[in-house]
Structures are given as C-alpha cells and as structure tokens.
C-alpha cells in the first residue's frame, strides 16, 4: 500500500521561501507521476505543480508559474515544492498526490490522482 507524508509547511511572511517534502513508501514501481496540489476551506483542491517520472517533465499551474519549482529525488522517492515569492493567497493545505490515471484532461485535475498524503499547512502573512 503505497502511503505519502508530507513536511516542510509552515507560516511565512510575504516575499518569503518554503520548500516542502513529500516522502512515498510501499513503492513496487517508482514510475509514477507524483504532483502537489493545495486546497482552501470552500474551495475544491487545485493542482500547483506535477513531475513525471525521473522528473523529465513538469507542469505547473500559472498562478505559480515563475515562483514555485517541483523536483523528484529518486533514489529517495521523495518529491519536493520550492516555494518562493509566497503570497498571502498562497495560504492553504498543501497535498502530496501520486498514482496519476488515464483519461482526458490536464495532469492538474484533482480528479485524475488516486492516493493522497495527508496535507501540510502553509500560511502566508501580508
């Protein structure tokens, strides 16, 4: 059973750095696609950042486009969120998502991930 545990969150002035984690285990098969998503009371969660395996590609979602950097370290099934230039709507949960399936649509959509970690908070004060 392939579980995610986030870290790295926490409250951070405007113009300020974070770098989340997102550590996988009970892999088989580390092929997989491994994304970041965030989520605010009331709203549905949305995708940040995603990697493809061994981290050739990634995508981004353009409100973080230029700020936020994704990067996978293999040998440590660990995903990674570099987060720079935070922004008070920054604030959110922030989730670990991976086990990407088929179907149309961006690799941002929520919809598309079948197993989630369990969050980080990230806050950002003006």
């Known amino acids: 059973q392939v579980q995610l545990v986030e870290s790295g969150g926490g409250s951070v002035q405007a113009g300020g750095s974070l770098r989340l984690s997102c550590v996988a285990s009970?892999?088989?098969?580390?092929?997989?696609?491994m994304g970041w998503f965030r989520q605010v009371p009331g709203k549905e969660r949305e995708g940040v950042a995603v990697?493809?395996?061994?981290?050739?590609?990634?995508y981004y979602a353009d409100s973080v486009k230029g700020r936020f950097t994704i990067s996978r370290e293999g040998a440590k099934n660990t995903v990674y969120l570099q987060m720079n230039s935070l922004t008070p709507e920054d604030t959110a949960m922030y989730y670990c998502?991976?086990?990407?399936?088929?179907?149309?649509?961006?690799?941002?959509?929520?919809?598309?991930?079948?197993?989630w970690g369990q969050g980080t908070h990230v806050t950002v004060s003006s």
């Open positions: 998502a991976t086990d990407l399936h088929g179907g149309g649509g961006s690799v941002l959509r929520a919809d598309r991930w079948n197993v």
């Open positions: 009970g892999y088989t098969d580390i092929r997989k696609y």
């Open positions: 990697v493809s395996p061994f981290g050739v590609d990634t």
